[in-house]
């Protein structure tokens, strides 16, 4: 099963369950992406770390991570979507879900849905499904808006899962703002305090929301961004040590050697080799 939906901007919207057969659409660098297991596992090797998806389990991908799939033993169903078809970043007051549900971390939200919430997404996705055999003039829109409907209630049953109070909406949405930035500015920017100063907030007034959703440190939310671009970097592009230093912001390769040694716990070299032995 595959149906897409290509508009005349280039805007795309695929929904299907043979992605592991596609390896042009799972190794698109500009597709953000659900993949949702409907029974059985998946198994993913995502940025180079191994990964099991469950039943009833759910998890969003940012266009900057490199998936691939290691092993379908069941079913599962994905959506994809590029920024010209909906744009997360300019709908953010719509769905709520962006530096929350997509940011480029290595570590990734993982959802385990209750009955309850698959039956709403399998609402949506039925939905969707019969949108895509329309032919009349509405058919774009009433797509995108059944794929918001889909990352609502997803940024929702995330919420759910972190235990977010919604009486406390303003400290989350300082939090979302802060990964936003980091993502945005981790490459220039790395204390805290560039970040508080942006935001309009102390260091320590950040440091106690994080510690309020028991969310990494912010100083370890700016170290793990610039160690997955380091990672990424070094894996899949080919930059040598000292190009990614500079792209990264290091002065120079010792202080990222030291970084990477640091935040990563191998070097450099010890971290290629032991990559390029386990894609063996």
Wanted: proline share 2%; hydrophobic share 40%; glycine share 2%.
């Amino acid at each position: 099963m595959e149906y897409a939906c290509i508009t005349p901007l280039r805007g795309s919207l695929v929904v299907t369950d043979e992605l592991h057969n596609n390896p042009a659409l799972f190794r698109s660098k500009e597709l953000y992406k659900f993949i949702w297991v409907l029974d059985g596992t998946v198994h993913l090797k995502v940025d180079h770390a191994q990964m099991v998806l469950e039943k009833n389990q759910i998890t969003p991908f940012s266009n900057t991570h490199n998936v691939q799939f290691t092993e379908v033993s069941g079913k599962y169903i994905s959506i994809l979507f590029n920024s010209n078809f909906y744009c997360i970043y300019k709908s953010d007051s719509e769905v709520s879900c962006n530096g929350f549900l997509f940011t480029g971390y290595s570590n990734l939200l993982l959802m385990k849905i209750s009955e309850s919430q698959v039956a709403t997404l399998e609402q949506i996705l039925t939905d969707m499904v019969q949108e895509f055999a329309s032919e009349d003039s509405l058919k774009e829109e009433m797509l995108r808006l059944h794929l918001k409907r889909f990352i609502i209630s997803c940024t929702r049953m995330a919420r759910d899962t972190m235990a977010i109070d919604p009486m406390n909406e303003s400290g989350f949405y300082l939090v979302r703002q802060y990964f936003i930035l980091v993502d945005k500015y981790f490459k220039e920017k790395k204390k805290v305090a560039d970040y508080a100063r942006m935001l309009n907030r102390s260091p320590k007034t950040l440091t106690n929301l994080f510690a309020l959703y028991k969310l990494p440190a912010p100083l370890q939310v700016i170290h793990e961004r610039i160690a997955s671009e380091a990672k990424r970097l070094l894996l899949y592009s080919n930059k040598n040590a000292t190009e990614i230093a500079h792209i990264l912001g290091f002065e120079d390769l010792a202080s990222f050697s030291r970084f990477f040694k640091r935040t990563v716990g191998s070097s450099i070299s010890e971290f290629k080799k032991t990559t390029r032995t386990t894609s063996r």
